[in-house]
């Protein structure tokens, strides 16, 4: 007798043969898993928004409440700057509500709008409170207040901003002046653009009648010069300033 042949299917015995179909059990095992995940994709989702949108009103309760506190304290902190260079006692005129917008003004070293404050006793002007920047100190920008009268005079000035090397030149910040019997920058009171003349508005090292400390002549030079520039604008721009009074 003859060898049976093979099965055209395959050469292979019938039960070493795999199958690769799936049951219609395994099918439905899969899609129920996909499922699965994408309900929690959407409920991940879900739950992320409403985190959100719960976080979101959240925050603005808080702000909302707070705001008001906020705002006094900002108001709290402009009328100590304010008072820092310009008396209570030389105006009854609500400063903050007083107040002429500057746009960015070269002459002033300001890149930004910024407030100038008019000061008024029963009516009558008595003095402007404007911000300078120098640019040139020796770390970058000097931000000064500065205080004149109506007649032209310096009332005070103060330094709000600045970089300078602590302990060398920081002597421009009146608070950390070592020297509290008189401060560097008091020797601008009382001072205009008569008083010195134009070329007495240096430090004592180039010419003129300010002092500088020693070690730190840019950052006194800066200073000096910006409140000049200061003195200038404002006596030019008076008309201006004032126009409302």
């Known amino acids: 007798m003859g060898t049976p042949e093979a099965s055209p299917e395959t050469d292979q015995p019938a039960q070493t043969r795999t199958s690769t179909r799936t049951s ?29 949108t719960i976080f979101t009103a959240l925050l603005a309760g808080i702000y909302s409440l707070a705001q008001p506190r906020i705002e006094s304290v900002v108001k709290e902190h402009k009328i100590r700057l304010l008072g820092s260079v310009l008396p ?15 746009p960015p003004t070269s002459q002033l070293g300001l890149d930004e709008p910024s407030s100038v404050y008019r000061a008024r006793r029963d009516g009558k002007p008595v003095a402007l409170v404007l911000e300078v920047v120098a640019t040139n100190g020796y770390a970058g920008r000097i931000v000064l207040l500065v205080a004149i009268s109506i007649d032209g005079e310096l009332i005070g000035v103060r330094t709000v901003q600045h ?67 200061a003195l200038i604008f404002a006596s030019a721009k008076q008309k201006l300033l004032y126009s409302d009074w």
């Open 24 to 52: 219609p059990a395994q099918d439905g095992l899969t899609s129920g898993k996909s499922i699965s995940a994408s309900n929690m994709a959407l409920r991940t989702a879900t739950l992320l928004v409403m985190f959100s």
């Open 88 to 102: 209570a006692s030389l105006y009854n005129n609500n400063l903050l509500a007083d107040t002429f917008s500057l």
């Open 163 to 229: 970089k300078e090397t602590p302990g060398l030149g920081d002597y421009i910040d009146i608070k950390k002046d070592k020297n509290k019997s008189r401060p560097w920058m008091e020797q601008f009171n009382d001072r205009s653009l008569q008083d010195p003349d134009a070329a007495g508005w240096r430090v004592s090292k180039d010419g003129g009648v300010f002092d500088a400390r020693a070690g730190a002549t840019i950052t006194a030079r800066a200073v000096v010069e910006a409140v000049h520039r």
